[in-house]
């Protein structure tokens, strides 16, 4: 089992930069895939990105491909999303999840963190 704790967010202007990260405990964590969803007020969770237990293959949702970095550090328990270039469309919380199932749907995941809010003014 895993746990999954987010860290990172805030509030922002639009053009800047945040680094999301997602703290694991728990024996699965080096070989989980993980994600990043966001879901703004009103609307269904979406993918974001995610990232292959190895870090060999990543994957980005087409609104953020360009100016969203996924990454992990196994040694750390931790994945990481570096986001650039904010607009006040990425405005949502944030969520990292862990899953065996490499993919990009939500119920393709089995663990969830609580979230951290992104806010991006423009």
């Known amino acids: 089992q895993v746990q999954l704790v987010e860290s990172g967010g805030g509030l922002v202007q639009a053009g800047g930069s945040l680094r999301l990260s997602c703290a694991a405990s728990?024996?699965?964590?080096?070989?989980?895939?993980m994600g990043w969803f966001r879901q703004a007020p009103g609307k269904e969770r979406e993918f974001v990105a995610a990232?292959?237990?190895?870090?060999?293959?990543?994957h980005y949702a087409d609104s953020v491909k360009g100016r969203f970095t996924i990454s992990r550090d196994n040694a750390k328990n931790t994945v990481y999303l570096q986001m650039n270039s904010l607009k006040p469309e990425d405005t949502a919380v944030y969520y990292c999840?862990?899953?065996?199932?490499?993919?990009?749907?939500?119920?393709?995941?089995?663990?969830w963190g609580q979230g951290t809010q992104v806010t991006v003014s423009s």
């Open positions: 999840a862990a899953t065996k199932n490499w993919g990009s749907r939500v119920d393709s995941y089995n663990y």
């Open positions: 990232i292959s237990w190895s870090s060999i293959t990543t």
């Open positions: 728990g024996r699965t964590f080096s070989t989980d895939h």
